[in-house]
């Protein structure tokens, strides 16, 4: 039972690969093409296979959301409980443990950025300037072409 469930949150990770597969061979067999409206990347299909893949690409991305599990590392061991004999029970002193999140979110080509620290929030504000860069780049390069 617990090789089933730790075998089914690859289901969404390989649901998107196989996806991504079927959707680069729509591209291949000029079932599929790649348009850029303003920065938006639009996939438009017109044969099965990339249909399909679209298909895998989207069942992925929910089975991924809804099998893969929350916190794969952060579960504590099972703590052996004190025997009778024992005349003191263990002392623990939970030792809180500090959670740091940030985030970017693309409003158009604008980047908006949000973390719980200045070190996180700063690392986040470089990736977002990366990534804008990088769409810069691959905007400028799809209209050369």
Request: aromatic share 10%.
């Amino acid at each position: 039972m617990a090789t089933t469930v730790r075998a089914i949150r690859f289901l969404g990770p390989g649901l998107l690969a196989a996806g991504i597969a079927l959707l680069a061979a729509g591209f291949a067999l000029g079932e599929a093409t790649l348009s850029l409206v303003l920065i938006i990347p639009v996939i438009t299909a017109t044969g099965p296979w990339s249909f399909l893949g679209i298909l895998l690409i989207v069942a992925g991305f929910f089975t991924t959301f809804l099998f893969w599990p929350a916190r794969m590392a952060d579960v504590p061991p099972p703590v052996a409980e004190p025997l009778l004999s024992d005349l003191q029970p263990p002392v623990r002193t939970p030792q809180p443990v500090e959670r740091r999140w940030g985030g970017v979110v693309f409003l158009g080509p604008f980047p908006i950025v949000f973390g719980s620290d200045q070190r996180v929030t700063r690392l986040m504000l470089a990736l977002g300037v990366v990534l804008f860069l990088a769409l810069l780049a691959l905007t400028i390069i799809a209209l050369m072409a």
